[in-house]
C-alpha cells in the first residue's frame, strides 16, 4: 500500500493559499488511485516541528549507547520526522516564498531530517523518491524576469531534497499569486490565472503519473 508525505507550510487557510490548495488537489488525485493507501500529513504552520538544537544535532553522530538523557529526547523528535520520510513511496511539499526563501517552519523540518550517515551522504536511505513540491510565490521570478536571481526557493530545494537527500524532484509553481490583491500588478491578472490554472491541471496530471509509476 502505497504511502505519501504531505507537508504544508504556508501560515494561510487553504481558501486564502495556493500551496495549500494545490497540494490538496495533488492529494485528492493521489487519493483517488491509492483508495487503501496512507497519507501522512505534517502542517508546519499548525504545528511548527523544534528548531534543531545542539542535542538534536550531535545525538546523530553519537553512538546510542553514549547518549545523554536530553540528547536521546532531542533525537526522539527528529526519528519520527526521519522515519516518517523513509516510509514515504512519494513525498509533496507545499512551499511558498517568504521573503525569497522557504518558510523557517520548512527550514526546521529539513534540519531535523537531514542526517549524514543516513538521510545524506553516499547512500541515502530516501534516495529516489519522487517529490513533487508546489512552490507558490507572489511574484515572478521565472528566467527572463528582473528578480530571477532573487530565486532561492527552487535553488535551495534543489541542493537539499535532490542534491542531499537524493529524491527524484519535481516543482509545480502558482506564481504571480499578489496580483488579485496588488493593483500595481494588475495587469498581470491574467498571466497568475493562467499559472494557477495549470498548477491545479499539473497537480492532476502529476498525482496520475505518479500513480502509474508507483504501481508499475
Ligand atoms: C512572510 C511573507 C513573505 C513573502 N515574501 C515574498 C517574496 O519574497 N517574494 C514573493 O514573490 N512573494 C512573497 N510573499 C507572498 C507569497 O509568496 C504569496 O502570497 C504566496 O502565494 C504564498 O503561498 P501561499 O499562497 O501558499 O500561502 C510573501 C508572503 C509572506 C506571508
Known sequence: MATLLHIDSSVFPEEASSSRAVTAAFREAWREHHPEGTVIYRDLAASPVAHITADAWSAGYTDPSDRTPAQNAAFAER????????????????????NYSV???????????????????????????PAVVVASRGGSYA???????????????????????????DFIVPELTMAPRNPAMSELIPLYEASRKRAFKDATIKAERLAERLAA
Not at 523557517?104 to 531535523?112: E, R
Not at 532573487?150 to 530545494?157: A, G, M, T, W
Request: glycine share 10%; net charge negative.
Open 79 to 98: 526519528l519520527k520526522l526521519i522515519e516518517e520520510l523513509e516510509q514515504a513511496d512519494a513525498v509533496l511539499i507545499g512551499a511558498p516564498m517568504y
Open 103 to 129: 518558510p523557517s517552519t520548512l527550514k526546521a523540518w529539513l534540519d531535523s531530517v537531514l542526517l549524514m550517515g543516513r538521510t545524506a551522504g553516499e547512500t541515502p536511505t530516501a534516495q529516489g523518491t
Open 143 to 169: 528566467p527572463g524576469t528582473p528578480r530571477e536571481g532573487f530565486e532561492f526557493v527552487q535553488n535551495y530545494l534543489e541542493a537539499v531534497l535532490k542534491g542531499t537527500l537524493g529524491l527524484d524532484l
